[in-house]
T-cell receptor
Framework: GQNIDQPTEMTATEGAIVQINCTYQ??????LFWYQQHAGEAPTFLSY????GLEEKGRFSSFLSRSKGYSYLLLKELQMKDSASYLC??????????????FGKGTKLSVIP | NAGVMQNPRHLVRRRGQEARLRCSPM?????VYWYRQLPEEGLKFMVY????????ESGMPKERFSAEFPKEGPSILRIQQVVRGDSAAYFC?????????????FGPGTRLTVT
């Protein structure tokens, strides 16, 4: 089975840095995704990690450690518009199920002035 | 280049009625995925389709739910005889051929309310 854990809520200050953690236990692994979802809107793709290490993309970076079943999303220079839910999702290793994503419940980030 | 389109955005049905949710994938995308998001829950995979084929329906409830992606037209998720527990946001995602699901672009969702 698949189990993905991430904190329910976080609060951070505008201009600061925040790290959102995600741990997973899955039967097989073929990539980890981060999505951003504003209330009432579609999830939008942020990052994809399949190898260990850090992927940087502007103000957002994502890290993966497959041996530890751990990832984090790092947001720098926080802006008010970054207030949203951040979804961690894992893709299974192979077979027809390798196309489906298993999502955590999401971390609701509130950015305050 | 329009994104993934879903309609209706909001749907209200009485218990026992049928709900039909539509999804038009991005241009050039031939793979469609349906996910359900219950209140305070994460997105749950339901079904993965390619044109005229159901590839993986392991997340679909065994009864009342069906999905199709015809050769022409949008993908349809149909829920027959809806119950209150079906109230949720239903998201569709699409991906281009050859991406093996690594690029899934989501639509804005259909929020179903069963009264």
């Amino acid at each position: 089975g698949q189990n993905i854990d991430q904190p329910t809520e976080m609060t951070a200050t505008e201009g600061a840095i925040v790290q959102i953690n995600c741990t997973y236990q899955t039967s097989g692994f073929n990539g980890l995704f981060w999505y951003q979802q504003h209330a009432g809107e579609a999830p939008t793709f942020l990052s994809y990690n399949v190898l260990d290490g850090l992927e940087e993309k502007g103000r957002f970076s994502s890290f993966l450690s497959r041996s530890k079943g751990y990832s984090y999303l790092l947001l720098k220079e926080l802006q008010m518009k970054d207030s949203a839910s951040y979804l961690c999702a894992v893709r299974a290793a192979s077979g027809a199920g390798s196309y489906q994503l298993t999502f955590g419940k999401g971390t609701k980030l509130s950015v305050i002035p | 280049n329009a994104g993934v389109m879903q309609n209706p955005r909001h749907l209200v049905r009485r218990r026992g009625q049928e709900a039909r949710l539509r999804c038009s994938p991005m241009k050039g995308h031939s793979h469609v995925y349906w996910y359900r998001q219950l209140p305070e829950e994460g997105l749950k995979f339901m079904v993965y389709l390619q044109k005229e084929n159901i590839i993986d329906e392991s997340g679909m409830p065994k009864e009342r739910f069906s999905a199709e992606f015809p050769k022409e037209g949008p993908s349809i998720l149909r829920i027959q005889q809806v119950v209150r527990g079906d109230s949720a946001a239903y998201f569709c995602a699409s991906s281009p051929p050859g991406s093996y699901g690594t690029e899934q672009y989501f639509g804005p969702g259909t929020r179903l309310t069963v009264t």
